[in-house]
């Protein structure tokens, strides 16, 4: 059997790796697999797997750390699509797909998440009738306005194999009418990696990762200041008592009249009781310099910038927080399992299940200062509470390549 399982984008190198592994271990303990406990009579053979890059996020920070860190091998194939529209990375990406099908022959073609990639990748797989595996399906939030739930609709309809983290998506789906066999609840693959790593991050120095990080210190270094402002802000966080932000999507960082009050709010109000660790992706950044804002808060005390983290220096942070204001959906399923509180800057989200109203720790907040202030109150004074949703116990990724082995199709 031969496997192409694709990445565009950090979220998927996250849920690929172990993947990756669940492969390697089945290589090793061959015909049939006990660790995957297949029927004698079922002999599946060696598996060929191949990983194509699509080149989504081509930036050495944003990926090449993901890969040394989570040990996923050197991709067999990038794709090179860079950055662009919607249109030119799905376009680019098929184009170019297209080759690599026509080339290796796969029995299958497996996609992670939610990003470009998916959508194109298996679009392409379906016309060129390769078996296609959605790892993550049936995440819905209801908005049409995100590119990433168009991919979502598309890639879950024409897949052969659904493998869905919780049950809510797996109701999604035969909502929308999916055949029952096409769907395998299997748990969430990204809770694997946090699991496989958590040691790892344990063992980092939350100082150094702010020291080797920090812009703030960076551009001190570069104008060859003494980084008196850098050193105060560290030895002043309270251990345990900071909070930590991320912020990346359109709706929350492309418009002034929107950051500028979220911004406001955490170096007026935030600041002002603890220390606040904004990790700052490169679209964030490029906007509050656009809007002139960056300036107004470099030298703000207890406001730490720093540049993108790798995994386990997320992680670590994650581990430690007092609170989490973020609205990226990965870190809102670590938070669960981390028992983190997590205000949610989104006005809806694909994991329900993350939510306090079912048993998780995040809250919806969107961009309303009013709620985000008020949530943030109640956050903070919540205690942590670790709490683990079905399956999601660091075993989904063998359970996902169980259900591609045993997969018989409708026909059957």
Known sequence: MKIISVVGARPNFMKIAPFIRAIENHNKSISPSPSLALPPSYNVGQITHLLVHTGQHYDDRMSLSFFEELEI????????????????????????????????????????????????????????????????????????????????LVADRISDLLLTPDLISSENLRKEGVPENRIKFVGNIMIDTLEANREKAENLDIDQIIEKNSIQYQKAQGAGLPPLLFELRRTGRAQGDFAVMTLHRPSNVDSKEILEPIVRFITD????????????????????????????????????????????????????????????????????????????????????????????????????????????????????????????????????????????????
């Open 269 to 412: 109000e935030v600041c002002a009781e603890r220390t606040l660790i904004w990790t700052l992706h490169p679209r964030t950044r490029k906007m509050l310099e656009t809007f002139g804002l960056f300036d107004s808060i470099f030298k703000i005390q207890n406001l730490i910038l720093l540049e993108p983290l790798s995994y386990l220096e997320m992680l670590r942070l994650n581990m430690e927080a007092r609170i989490m204001l973020t609205d990226s959906g990965g870190l809102q399923e670590e938070c669960t399992i981390l028992g983190t509180p997590c205000l949610t800057l989104r006005c809806n989200t694909e994991r329900p299940v993350t939510l306090r109203e079912h048993g998780g720790a995040s809250v919806l907040v969107g961009n309303n200062i009013e709620r985000i202030r008020k949530e943030y109150y109640v956050a903070i004074e919540k205690p942590r509470n670790p709490v683990r949703p079905e399956l999601w116990d660091g075993k989904t990724a063998e359970s996902c390549l169980r259900a591609i082995l045993e997969y018989k199709g409708e026909t059957e």
């Open 73 to 152: 091998p050197e991709a067999d194939i990038n794709l090179g699509v860079g950055s662009g529209t919607h249109a030119e990375q799905v376009g680019q990406t098929m184009i170019e797909f297209e080759k690599v099908l026509k080339a290796e022959k796969p029995d299958w073609v497996v996609i992670v998440g939610d990003v470009n990639a998916i959508l194109a990748c298996s679009v392409t797989a379906k016309k060129e009738h390769i078996k296609c595996c959605h790892i993550e399906a049936g995440l819905r939030s209801g908005d049409m306005t995100m590119p990433e739930e168009i991919n979502r």
